[in-house]
């Protein structure tokens, strides 16, 4: 009889490798996240009391900017969102699931244009050849899971679906919400399209996660051509023994975009827009 060989994954990984390999980043990250959410703010989050780096001189005109917020879903800003036990701790710290709704709410009271960039997987998705590390853990735990690209079934208070406060401000009509990432970056959605053809070349930037999908935006729409202004308290990464996510994509926010600001900030500069 031929002996049955152990099936693998399609990138070289057990079943019960991934399960171990997750079941310890949950069960280490759960543990920071559970840790008091009242305590001091992280020191390594402040700004620096002697900046080096150059001002910022941007501008918004309102004919030309929009609010973009990058994978406002369940899965990353829900308690019970796949992703929750290791950027649970950093959300909170920051308030996002708030201020990411005072971003919303501003832009759509100044009537300006709001981008939703979200970020889907489908069956076709899994059966990928090859995958780097957070590819490997989303497709293992089933993160922004949706049975087919034209099949919503399921959708409605899943993972993948928006974070409900949200829906108000995305389901009217206006927002544009584009086809999916599926990696990081915005390279293989049709995001950058959709700003050209509204002649947008300044964008808000929000949402998830501050050093993967949100700072991939970054970069490709600056390269682009396109001056962004990064809201830094309107995102949060995953804390996990390999490295603070947050902290990672703060460094480069500020030494990369046109402009950092807090969620304060930045509703007090859309509200006080001259048309």
């Given at each position: 009889m031929t002996k049955q060989k152990t099936r693998q994954s399609p990138v070289g990984y057990s079943p019960i490798a991934v399960a171990l390999l997750l079941a310890l980043i949950v069960a280490l990250s759960t543990a920071w996240a559970g840790a008091d959410s009242a305590s001091t703010p992280n020191s390594a989050y402040a700004e620096p009391e002697k900046a080096t780096l150059p001002a910022s001189n941007m501008q918004i005109d309102p004919l030309r900017v929009a609010l973009m917020v990058v994978d406002p879903q369940n899965d990353f800003l829900h308690e019970k969102?796949?992703?929750?036990?290791?950027?649970?701790?950093?959300?909170?710290?920051?308030?996002?699931?708030?201020?990411?709704?005072?971003?919303?709410?501003?832009?759509?009271?100044?009537?300006?244009?709001?981008?939703?960039?979200?970020?889907?997987?489908?069956?076709?998705?899994?059966?990928?050849?090859?995958?780097?590390?957070?590819?490997?853990?989303?497709?293992?735990?089933?993160?922004?899971?949706?049975?087919?690209?034209?099949?919503?079934?399921?959708?409605?208070?899943?993972?993948?679906?928006?974070?409900?406060?949200?829906?108000?401000?995305?389901?009217?009509?206006?927002?544009?919400?584009?086809?999916?990432?599926?990696?990081?970056?915005p390279e293989q959605n049709d995001l950058v399209l959709q700003l050209r053809k509204q002649r947008i070349d300044q964008v808000i930037l929000a949402g998830m996660s501050a050093n993967l999908c949100l700072e991939s935006h970054m970069r490709s729409l600056l390269e682009a051509g396109i001056e962004v202004a990064v809201v830094k308290d309107a995102t949060a990464g995953a804390i996990i023994p390999e490295g603070d996510g947050y902290l990672a994509a703060l460094i480069n926010f500020r030494m990369i975009a046109d402009a950092v600001w807090s969620t304060d900030e930045t509703v007090w500069i859309i509200e006080n827009l001259e048309r």
């Amino acid at each position: 009889m031929t002996k049955q060989k152990t099936r693998q994954s399609p990138v070289g990984y057990s079943p019960i490798a991934v399960a171990l390999l997750l079941a310890l980043i949950v069960a280490l990250s759960t543990a920071w996240a559970g840790a008091d959410s009242a305590s001091t703010p992280n020191s390594a989050y402040a700004e620096p009391e002697k900046a080096t780096l150059p001002a910022s001189n941007m501008q918004i005109d309102p004919l030309r900017v929009a609010l973009m917020v990058v994978d406002p879903q369940n899965d990353f800003l829900h308690e019970k969102g796949m992703a929750w036990g290791v950027v649970g701790k950093s959300v909170t710290e920051h308030n996002v699931v708030q201020h990411i709704e005072d971003l919303l709410k501003a832009a759509k009271s100044a009537n300006l244009p709001v981008f939703i960039s979200p970020h889907y997987y489908f069956p076709h998705d899994h059966k990928w050849k090859f995958e780097g590390a957070l590819e490997k853990v989303m497709h293992a735990i089933g993160m922004f899971d949706r049975p087919g690209s034209l099949d919503v079934s399921g959708l409605e208070g899943s993972g993948a679906d928006l974070v409900r406060r949200y829906k108000p401000y995305i389901n009217d009509g206006k927002t544009v919400i584009t086809s999916p990432h599926k990696v990081y970056g915005p390279e293989q959605n049709d995001l950058v399209l959709q700003l050209r053809k509204q002649r947008i070349d300044q964008v808000i930037l929000a949402g998830m996660s501050a050093n993967l999908c949100l700072e991939s935006h970054m970069r490709s729409l600056l390269e682009a051509g396109i001056e962004v202004a990064v809201v830094k308290d309107a995102t949060a990464g995953a804390i996990i023994p390999e490295g603070d996510g947050y902290l990672a994509a703060l460094i480069n926010f500020r030494m990369i975009a046109d402009a950092v600001w807090s969620t304060d900030e930045t509703v007090w500069i859309i509200e006080n827009l001259e048309r």
